[in-house]
């Protein structure tokens, strides 16, 4: 079976499979502190914030600083967090995608989180009709 790589090595097959409600719950859900995202300003220089779901992620990068963002950016940090923990490969590899420069970054990622959770949150309810 053919597959896709993104950079830091992250696969899955072309075709997107479709997601069942365990998998949109878990993507949706929390984790607990050990697993949480922790924000960095820069390399040993935590900022003291961290997100424990994709709706806090959304929220947080309202807030935190261009620097912190850029940082973890650049090295595939949120990429990487959200495939390997929140377990949504398909909002990793779009955001993999994505070539902005720093003012825009805040932005881009806040609207494509946020699409994100709204493409989830209406899967879900129409997997709950089909139920």
């Not at 994505?98 to 989830?120: F, G, M, P, Q, W």
Request: hydrophobic content about 40%; some cysteine; aromatic content about 10%.
């Amino acid at each position: 079976m053919s597959q896709i790589s993104i950079k830091n090595g992250i696969k899955e097959d072309p075709l997107e499979r479709s997601l069942s409600r365990e998998d949109i719950l878990k993507i949706l859900g929390t984790v607990g502190y050990e697993r949480a995202f922790h924000f960095y300003e820069e390399l040993a220089t935590p900022n003291g914030e961290f997100a424990v779901s994709l709706a806090d992620f959304c929220c947080k990068t309202k807030k935190l600083s261009s620097k912190c963002l850029a940082f973890h950016f650049e090295r595939c940090d949120f990429q990487n967090w959200i495939h390997e923990i929140i377990g949504d490969f398909e909002l990793a590899r779009r955001l993999n995608s994505i070539k902005v420069k720093d003012n825009l970054l805040r932005a881009t990622l806040y609207a494509l989180v946020k699409s994100r959770i709204n493409e989830l949150k209406d899967a879900w309810s129409v997997l709950l009709v089909l139920k």
